[in-house]
C-alpha cells in the first residue's frame, strides 16, 4: 500500500431539511385566488354604483358630505330602474296582491331590494375607511324612509311585511316576497349600473 495515498473520500452527506425547498413547475400555473362571494361581488358592484351617482351629482358630491338626505335621494332615483307594480290610491287594483289585469301604475324599487342595499352600502362605508357615527347609510332618516317604502308598498300591493318567527325543525311557508312575486318584481339587486356604467349583476 502507498503510503502517499491518503484514505479514499467518502459520499459527501446527503441533502438536510433545512435546504431550500425545489424551484416551482413553471408549467404548473398558479392557483387562483379564490372567488368573491356573491354578496361581496354585490356589494362591490353596489358600492361602485354609489360613487358614481355621486360623481354625476349635480353639484358634485364627496362622500365626506353625504348625508342621510343623499342616501334618500339616490334611492328614489333608483326607482326608475324598479320592476315592481305599486299601485297608486286611485288605481282599482289598489291593495290586490293579485290584480286580474294591467294598470298604469309606475313600477318601483320593492322594498326589500332596498333594504338589503341599504344593509351592503352600510357595511361597505365602513369597510373603505369611514367611521360608524358618521355613516349616512344608518341615519334615522334612511330607517323611516325605509319604513314608510315598506308601509304604502304593503298597502297598494296587498302584501304585509312581517317577520315569521322560525319553528326549530319545521318547515313553514316561504316568507312574505321583499321584491320577489309573480308580479314582475325582483329581489336581485336593487342599484343598476349608472349612468355612463355597464351594469355586472
Request: positive net charge; proline residues 17%; hydrophobic residues 25%.
Amino acid at each position: 500500500m502507498d503510503p502517499s495515498s491518503g484514505p479514499v473520500p467518502g459520499p459527501g452527506p446527503g441533502p438536510s431539511s433545512s435546504d431550500p425547498p425545489p424551484p416551482p413547475d413553471p408549467s404548473r400555473p398558479p392557483s387562483p385566488p379564490p372567488q368573491p362571494s356573491r354578496y361581496e361581488s354585490q356589494k362591490r358592484r353596489d358600492w361602485n354604483t354609489f360613487l358614481q351617482y355621486l360623481r354625476n351629482h349635480r353639484p358634485p358630491l364627496t362622500l365626506a358630505r353625504c348625508s342621510g338626505a343623499h342616501v334618500i335621494e339616490f334611492l328614489k332615483y333608483l326607482d326608475q330602474f324598479g320592476k315592481t307594480k305599486v299601485h297608486s290610491t286611485g288605481c282599482a287594483f289598489f291593495g290586490q296582491p293579485n290584480p286580474p289585469s294591467p294598470c298604469t301604475c309606475p313600477l318601483k324599487q320593492a322594498w326589500g331590494s332596498l333594504d338589503a342595499l341599504i344593509g351592503r352600502l352600510r357595511a361597505a362605508f365602513e369597510e373603505n375607511g369611514g367611521a360608524p357615527e358618521n355613516n349616512p347609510f344608518a341615519a334615522r332618516a334612511v330607517r323611516i324612509y325605509l319604513r314608510e317604502v315598506r308601509d304604502s308598498q304593503a298597502k297598494a300591493r296587498g302584501i304585509p311585511y312581517e317577520k315569521k318567527k322560525r319553528k326549530r325543525g319545521a318547515g313553514g311557508p316561504p316568507p312574505p316576497p321583499g321584491g320577489g312575486g309573480g308580479d314582475g318584481s325582483s329581489s336581485s339587486s336593487a342599484a343598476p349600473a349608472a349612468p355612463g356604467e355597464s351594469s355586472t349583476g
